[in-house]
């Protein structure tokens, strides 16, 4: 291979599989330093030039010039060194023209070695790269396989691969192979098998960039998704807020006829959305909260300690709690207050003395 097909390869290579020509020519320097380090007895003192715009590749070796010859690796006699450069001096250095070509099979096999992993280390920079970019983000992915034993998906993120574990998947959903899903991006690890994203669509923050995604006023910071709680699969509650007056922060994340919520509804596979405006007023945000119960009174039992008591309709009980408490729970994470429901009947004595 001759010097234009070399950096021709390296140019189809960077194409193909997105690595520099730069970054490639390192290694392939690097692994000349170390072929140079193998033959000449340790002498690491090399010179290399790659300029892929004039398809020149020089490699020297350096030399220091002495009268005797005692480690030909490291010196060499003035006669040679002069045939090499004419104005030299013992003790001067003089660089040898190398062909790398006549390294050795061993030098030549430590070179495709370096280079590999040259490789291999830019794909894991580039996938660091590409996740670290998209990080607490929302992406749309493509499911490459499914493990028929764990249930993972294997899905594609642009060039980078990772995992979708059962348990960020949502409910009983089914991901077939070649499906177009989205994804939050939770976190970012690099480990020694390379970089890692962690996913999910079970995650939060999931819904709430869904909600970005479909409601221009969110994008646009007209209203401010202020908290959300989710059982994934099942009911998510999320509580918006916008100053301005005029807008109305529930309206515009439901959309007209609900259009809005039902696009995310239908993302979700179903799962229940209560939207329900945020309020500082933490009586009027734990009533709020609590929907679709009616609540008839909020009272602060202890403000520092964030713990109130609901009193509602003896009908709405059940409502209020939610199927084995998950209403209370999710008004409970959503307004991170301790909520203790009671009946407007007093039916639990709770006006009683003890």
Not at 113 to 124: A, F, L, W
Not at 136 to 161: F, M, Y
Not at 263 to 270: F, N, P, R, S, Y
Request: hydrophobic share 35%.
């Amino acid at each position: 291979m001759n010097n234009k097909e070399m950096f021709d390869a390296l140019a189809l290579l960077e194409k193909e599989k997105g690595i520099s020509v730069e970054t490639m020519i390192a290694q392939i320097s690097k692994a000349i330093v170390i072929a140079c380090k193998n033959n000449f007895g340790g002498n690491e003192d090399v010179d290399i030039e790659m300029n892929p715009e004039k398809n020149s590749f020089d490699v020297k070796i350096n030399k220091t010039v002495v009268e005797d010859v005692l480690d030909s690796n490291y010196e060499i006699s003035l006669e040679d060194a002069q045939k090499i450069k004419k104005k030299v001096a013992v003790g001067d250095k003089v660089g040898i023209p190398l062909n790398p070509k006549n390294l050795g099979r061993i030098a030549v096999q430590t070179a495709r070695s370096v280079i590999r992993q040259g490789i291999r280390d830019g794909e894991k920079g580039q996938m660091l790269a590409e996740f670290q970019s998209r990080q607490q983000e929302l992406v749309t992915a493509t499911v490459e396989r499914i493990d028929p034993v764990s249930g993972a998906a294997t899905i594609k993120i642009g060039k980078a691969e990772t995992i979708l574990p059962k348990s960020e998947q949502i409910g009983e959903e089914i991901l077939k192979e070649g499906d177009h899903v989205k994804v939050y991006i939770v976190d970012v690890k690099n480990s020694d098998r390379g970089p890692r994203a962690i996913i999910s669509r079970t995650h939060p923050e999931f819904v709430k960039r869904l909600f970005e995604t479909e409601v221009p006023e969110i994008f646009d910071g007209i209203v401010e998704i202020k908290s959300v709680s989710r059982e994934a699969g099942s009911r998510t509650k999320m509580a918006v807020y916008s100053s301005d007056e005029t807008i109305d922060a529930v309206g515009s994340c439901i959309g007209t006829k609900g259009a809005r919520v039902n696009t995310i509804v239908e993302e979700l596979g179903g799962e229940k959305i209560d939207i329900v405006e945020w309020s500082d007023d933490p009586e009027k945000f734990v009533a709020a909260a609590l929907s679709p119960a009616t609540v008839c009174k909020v009272e602060v039992e202890d403000l520092e300690g964030k713990a109130c008591k609901v009193t509602v309709p003896d009908n709405q009980l059940s409502l209020a709690i939610g199927n084995k408490g998950q209403n209370a729970r999710l008004a409970a994470k959503l307004t991170g207050w301790k909520i203790d429901i009671r009946p407007e009947s007093g039916f639990f004595g709770e006006d009683e003395d003890e």
